[in-house]
């Protein structure tokens, strides 16, 4: 009986959107393993939507969303994303959060010509012409805080830890490549792959210590994703290992997920995003307001959320400028776009799909909150990375080249995505 009541309520909430004429699908796992970081990324968007239908809505329509739960089901995420675009007949879709999931989907909006707003920074290697990438690539994130560690903190050796999938591989591969360019040696690059939900990190975390048993500095470098950061972090303080033993930089621990723990022993960590809750500028105070008086005093707010605020803003005035929500025409109004962030600059759709944006790191304090400690002026996202020889060749301009992954040296478009 549950089971007809649902999908009744499914085929009842598929069947109101199909009378709206612009709908908005929500692609977020809101049970699973990255519920607790996709949950908010959904409630976001309805808040962005709600807000716009307040000014009118889009092209004179009201804007409906269609929200969908994948539950942290990589396969799931391609059946309903192939549901969004069949059968709710969406106009836009915003979502994924790992990037397994959004390779899931790839196939099925690159056939039916879907777009995809993916607003998580992730490793790079892709350009597609469905997809706006809104978080970071490689060099907005994981090389400047390579960077803060070795001429900031003075790390000799490297602990990459991550979850065992897509982008945590593909960015420590990066990432090994640019640190044996700095000079590290192979041997002093501790690699590390734990499964989703991975709960045992008490011989991982002796394994890190051990790595500085010769008394150099050894950094911790994180890829890992959803809940497993949990017993990480809680090892680490069990281990007695504190920032300033073992500094980490983490790249999907931001302040949602640092709201379920105790942040005690994790003061001085840090992280690297494009924006922080803490950033002091108008444009995020009015944000704060609006999503407390929308979710509640007690949310916070965190990088995926700005990505999600940028790239809705950017597609509503894309589809304003279009005058349709045609992809196509859409897609050709995108190409700079240019939006305030919130953290004091203006954000700038480029050719290849990426946004140029600051890069922030951020200290963990005591409230769950980030201390601000670096930010650059605007970097443009890299599609290919400059640090693996077969990707250095290649570049994505949409609009200029009509392609993705044009190799420079062939002078030859590439239409086959790298398959991770």
């Known amino acids: 009986m549950k089971k007809l009541l649902a999908s009744a309520a499914a085929l009842a909430l598929l069947g109101s959107a199909a009378q709206a004429e612009i709908k908005v699908g929500i692609l977020h796992s809101l049970s699973g393993t990255m519920a607790i970081s996709e949950t908010t990324l959904k409630d976001t968007m309805l808040m962005l939507i709600e807000q716009q239908n307040a000014k009118g809505g889009l092209l004179g329509e009201q804007l409906v969303p269609v929200v969908v739960d994948p539950a942290s089901d990589w396969p799931?995420?391609?059946?309903?994303?192939?549901e969004l675009l069949t059968v709710a007949d969406v106009d836009v879709m915003f979502g994924c959060w790992t990037s397994v999931s959004r390779k899931s989907?790839?196939?099925?909006?690159?056939?039916?010509?879907?777009?995809?707003?993916?607003?998580?920074?992730?490793?790079?290697?892709?350009?597609?012409?469905?997809?706006?990438?809104?978080?970071?690539?490689?060099?907005?994130?994981?090389?400047?805080?390579?960077?803060y560690?070795?001429?900031?903190?003075?790390?000799?050796?490297?602990?990459?830890?991550?979850?065992?999938?897509?982008?945590?591989?593909?960015?420590?591969?990066?990432?090994?490549?640019?640190?044996?360019?700095?000079?590290?040696?192979?041997?002093?690059?501790?690699?590390?792959?734990?499964?989703?939900?991975?709960?045992?990190?008490s011989k991982i975390v002796a394994d890190v210590v051990a790595l500085g048993a010769d008394g150099r500095k050894v950094g911790v470098i994180s890829t890992i994703n959803g809940d497993a950061n949990i017993g990480f972090y809680k090892e680490l303080a069990a281990a007695g290992v504190s920032a300033d033993d073992i500094p980490v930089v983490?790249?999907?621990?931001?302040?949602?997920?640092?709201?379920?723990?105790?942040?005690?022993?994790?003061?001085?960590?840090?992280?690297?995003w494009n924006y922080f809750q803490s950033a002091d500028t108008p444009e995020n105070e009015a944000f704060i307001e609006a999503w407390h008086a929308f979710a509640g005093p007690e949310r916070v707010t965190n990088d995926p959320m700005e990505a999600h605020y940028i790239g809705f803003n950017m597609w509503v005035n894309a589809v304003e400028a279009a005058g349709t929500t045609d992809v196509d025409a859409v897609r050709a109004a995108m190409y700079g776009q240019e939006f305030p962030n919130l953290t004091g600059g203006t954000s700038v759709m480029l050719p290849n799909h990426h946004?140029?944006?600051?890069?922030?790191?951020?200290?963990?304090?005591?409230?769950?909150?980030?201390?601000?400690?670096?930010?650059?002026?605007?970097?443009?996202?890299?599609?290919?990375?400059?640090?693996?020889?077969?990707?250095?060749?290649?570049?994505?301009?949409?609009?200029?080249?009509?392609?993705?992954?044009?190799n420079t040296k062939t002078e030859t478009c590439v239409q086959i995505q790298s398959n991770y």
Not at 76 to 82: D, G, I, P, T
Not at 112 to 130: H, I, T, W
Request: proline fraction near 6%; glycine fraction near 8%.
């Open 355 to 406: 946004l140029a944006k600051p890069v922030l790191i951020g200290e963990i304090r005591d409230d769950g909150q980030f201390d601000i400690i670096s930010q650059t002026a605007e970097v443009d996202g890299d599609a290919w990375t400059d640090f693996l020889p077969e990707s250095a060749v290649l570049t994505s301009d949409w609009p200029g080249l009509g392609c993705g992954m044009y």
């Open 250 to 272: 983490a790249f999907s621990v931001g302040e949602e997920e640092l709201s379920g723990l105790d942040t005690t022993n994790l003061v001085g960590h840090l992280a690297a």
């Open 105 to 147: 989907v790839l196939p099925v909006i690159e056939e039916l010509n879907g777009l995809l707003f993916y607003p998580v920074q992730y490793e790079g290697e892709e350009s597609s012409k469905n997809v706006f990438y809104t978080g970071a690539a490689p060099n907005q994130q994981a090389i400047p805080a390579t960077d």
């Open 76 to 82: 799931l995420f391609a059946e309903k994303a192939r």
């Open 149 to 201: 560690f070795l001429e900031e903190l003075g790390v000799e050796k490297f602990a990459l830890l991550g979850t065992d999938y897509v982008y945590p591989r593909t960015t420590n591969n990066i990432l090994e490549s640019y640190l044996i360019s700095k000079g590290v040696a192979p041997e002093d690059i501790f690699v590390n792959y734990t499964p989703f939900g991975h709960s045992d990190w």
